[in-house]
Nanobody, 125 residues
Framework: VQLQASGGGLVQAEGSLRLSCTPS???????MGWFRQAPRKEREFVAG????????FYGDSVKGRFTISRDNAKNTVYLVSNNLRPEDTAVYFC????????????????????WGQGTLVTVSS
């Protein structure tokens, strides 16, 4: 399974972006997640959505600013990032949960087995 992420770019602080992620195979039965990695930092969990689209969960640093959603008809997951800050600058990766029909929150990178190539988000001050 390949994941194609897009939507990154350069944005000013307090601006917004929408990232998209499309797996190459139908993935409605799997949770999906977004992670990010800034230079010289470890990969950080950003947001996740279970196969039940009503179950979403977020990392503490983005709660209230980022929203994850999915459109199973389009086999695409979105991450809308509002009120962006310079510290949000990172490469953002989407990933697919390794467990079918997981009901819990998958916040560890070890919960995911397929990863996209990453899309760079740069927030200027």
């Amino acid at each position: 399974v390949q994941l194609q992420a897009s939507g990154g770019g350069l944005v000013q602080a307090e601006g917004s972006l929408r990232l998209s992620c499309t797996p190459s195979k139908p993935s409605s039965k799997f949770g999906m997640g977004w992670f990010r990695q800034a230079p010289r930092k470890e990969r950080e969990f950003v947001a996740g959505i279970s196969w039940r689209t009503s179950n979403t969960f977020y990392g503490d640093s983005v709660k209230g600013r980022f929203t994850i959603s999915r459109d199973n008809a389009k086999n695409t997951v979105y991450l809308v990032s509002n009120n962006l800050r310079p510290e949000d600058t990172a490469v953002y990766f989407c990933a697919r949960d390794k467990v079918l029909y997981r009901d819990g929150e998958a916040k560890s990178e070890y919960d995911y087995d397929y990863w996209g190539q990453g899309t760079l988000v740069t927030v200027s001050s």
